[in-house]
T-cell receptor, first 113, second 114 residues
């Protein structure tokens, strides 16, 4: 059973507009959430994270929002740039102190010039 | 500034062959792990280690062995390769054993089993 779900396999936006990537989770024991970006033929790179004690974390153009009651988080990219075109993975951890990081299937973002 | 280094980057095996994917990190990280990425499946944890001499299973450990004799190295062994093990493999590390930050990933090793 998939514990971290990214239901949109792909998303296309225009340069300068907002990109919103969504992620849902089922395990209420998760207490730390991360977003990774992956370009083709490269390893994933960390983008931004949020602890369950917060509902928002911002880093430049990237903001992650966490809604614990809905078990939902989202990544906002404003303004979107063509270089943001990549696959974005949502990940979660914290199951009773487990060392395991659980990833979603990813959303491919395309930012059109 | 090497970070996490994986070798080889590409490998083709025949069914039943064995091989080892190498992973080395130069950041003195305690935690290391192996993931595989398959189309439409995201990243799935194979095995992980919280320090030298300590390993544990992840979500998809069958068909793979690991060992951690040094802090720097965490090789992944395929005992008898199967076509289902065709995938891209990523090694990752982070400092400390208690989860508190992001994983640093290698560039990946693409394995094809015929």
């Amino acid at each position: 059973d998939q514990q971290v779900k990214q239901n949109s396999p792909s998303l296309s936006v225009q340069e300068g507009r907002i990109s919103i990537l969504n992620c849902d989770y089922t395990n209420s024991m998760f207490d730390y959430f991360l977003w990774y970006k992956k370009y083709p033929a490269e390893g994933p790179t960390f983008l931004i994270s949020i602890s369950s004690i917060k509902d928002k974390n911002e880093d430049g153009r990237f903001t992650v929002f966490l809604n614990k009651s809905a078990k939902h988080l989202s990544l906002h990219i404003v303004p979107s740039q063509p270089g943001d075109s990549a696959v974005y993975f949502c990940a979660a951890s914290g199951m009773g102190g487990s060392e395991k990081l659980v990833f979603g299937k990813g959303t491919k973002l395309t930012v059109n010039p | 500034n090497a970070g996490v280094t994986q070798t080889p980057k590409f490998q083709v095996l025949k069914t039943g062959q064995s091989m080892t994917l190498q992973c080395a990190q130069d950041m003195n990280h305690e935690y290391m792990s192996w993931y595989r990425q398959d189309p439409g499946m995201g990243l799935r944890l194979i095995h992980y280690s919280v320090g030298a001499g300590i390993t544990d299973q992840g979500e998809v450990p069958n068909g793979y062995n690991v060992s951690r004799s040094t802090t720097e190295d965490f090789p992944l062994r395929l005992l008898s390769a199967a076509p289902s093990q065709t995938s891209v493999y990523f090694c990752a590390s982070r400092p400390g054993t208690r989860y508190s930050g992001e994983l640093f990933f290698g560039e990946g090793s693409r394995l094809t089993v015929l």
